[in-house]
């Protein structure tokens, strides 16, 4: 069997978990055969023995080295563009999420696939969390009954949560904001397992702590970036990539050659995304679904609900239970049928690698041909991918407006064949 052609366009961190499964994990179906990034430096930082092109010459390496499937894991507003240059090349396309940051693209992107014929589809790993796929086998099962509504609260903690403000995703061009971003995840989950499209949404929300709010806060220190700065020094919000080898390896050692810099006072002026967000979601089906997130909370985790004709299903998952490395962390899936006691529901899996496996699992759908059925529907296409971050838009929309948003006034997907 030959093995399948794949190119990755954009060598930051996350490039890395596609390099090695492509290069160690899947290396009996797949060749990595090129990288391509804005920075050479950083790409080749990644240590593979492949062409390395700027990201201007993508159509000139898709051509050379007879490319079949293209990965894009750039900055979040130039996904679009290389999924379609890789589909209008004769190629597939794997996107990172989201799939793009505006209707238009996402529209651009699904009459692409129509018009070539070629497959894109967008890495939702959460998909692939045993606990995620137990929630979905159970709202699948009618155990639950028809679904009336669902609440989901997402608690990022001031480590995790406050790294978005430190990089490209502050500015909501980049990045679509965490709605899009972040949330984006979230979204798919609740449309997968409701197997059902957001009608309309509200939402409201605000930059409440980070930004230049910090200094109400007493937060504020006075640097731009954390890397040699006096003032940085004792600072908890302070991320400081010369003590992390691959972060000094792929960012620090690399800025020369395009000025970026992942170590930003996560309190400086700039940031233009959100940090505390609400959402109402009216799906086609007719269920709801309310939504928090949470960028500056004390731990880290995220609470499900799902109320049900017949019951509801509940899924607390703490990653830990205070902003310290190794706190301790715990899941809970619980089914509570009427007239009868609560059930806890047993899950596996690991978490020997990424987001409980999720990844090794996502990435061995994604690459290999031999690949079982799946009778979930983990695997996400361009029309999932849209889905996702139309809820997200939408709601952007209703923030920026303080109205319901319509998601069709932003893209019919019905009329897209």
């Keep these: 069997m030959a093995l399948r052609r794949y190119a990755l366009v954009g060598a930051g961190a996350r490039a890395g978990m596609f390099i090695r499964a492509l290069t160690e994990d899947h290396a ?76 238009a693209s996402a529209r651009q992107i699904l009459i692409s696939s ?15 969390h045993p606990l995620h796929e137990a929630v979905k086998t159970i709202i699948a099962g009618g155990e639950i009954g028809e679904v009336g509504s669902v609440h989901v609260e997402w608690l990022l903690d001031v480590r995790h949560g406050a790294d978005y403000f430190r990089r490209w995703h502050r500015e909501k061009e980049n990045s679509g904001g965490l709605l899009v971003h972040k949330a984006g995840h979230h979204f798919d989950l609740v449309n997968w397992w409701l197997d059902d499209s957001p009608s309309q949404v509200f939402a409201a929300g605000r930059l409440f702590f980070y930004g230049e709010n910090g200094r109400r806060h007493g937060y504020a220190r006075d640097y731009d970036r954390a890397h040699g700065a006096p003032a940085a020094e004792g600072d908890p919000f302070a991320l400081r990539p010369a003590d992390e080898p691959r972060l000094r390896e792929l960012y620090l050692e690399t800025e020369r050659h395009d000025g970026y810099l992942r170590d930003r006072n996560v309190f400086a002026p700039g940031v233009t995304i959100e940090d505390d967000m609400a ?139």
């Excluded at 390496?61 to 507003?77: A, F, G, H, K, S």
């Excluded at 129509?114 to 692939?128: D, L, P, S």
């Excluded at 059930?343 to 409980?356: K, L, N």
């Design 28 to 103: 009996d179906v797949a060749r990595l055969v090129a990288l391509a990034d804005t920075n050479p430096a950083r790409a080749a930082a990644h240590g593979v023995d492949v062409p390395i092109y700027p990201a201007a010459d993508v159509a000139g390496m898709l051509r050379r080295e007879r490319v079949d499937v293209v990965l894009v894991t750039t900055v979040d507003r130039y996904h679009a563009d290389y999924v379609v240059a890789a589909m209008e090349a004769g190629c597939d396309a794997v996107t990172e999420k989201p799939m793009a940051v505006d209707a």
């Design 279 to 417: 959402v109402l979601v009216r799906y086609a089906g007719g269920a709801s679904m309310s939504y928090h997130l949470t960028a500056y909370a004390p731990w880290e985790g995220y609470r499900v609900m799902v109320n049900g004709s017949r019951g509801r299903l509940e899924l607390e998952v703490v990653k830990n239970d205070h902003v310290a490395p190794g706190a301790p962390g715990s899941t809970r899936l619980l089914l509570r049928p009427f007239w009868a006691p609560p059930r806890e529901i047993p899950v596996g899996g690991s978490s020997r690698r990424g987001h409980a496996d999720a990844d090794d699992r996502m990435l061995a759908d994604l690459i290999r041909p031999d690949a079982p059925p799946d009778p979930l529907g983990r695997t996400a296409d361009a029309r999932d991918g849209a889905r996702a971050l139309l809820t997200g838009l939408a709601a952007n929309e209703s923030l920026a407006s303080g109205q319901a948003v319509r998601v069709k006034d932003l893209l019919d997907l019905e009329e897209i064949v």
């Design 114 to 128: 129509e018009k070539t014929g070629q497959k894109a589809r967008v890495a939702f790993n959460y998909r692939y």
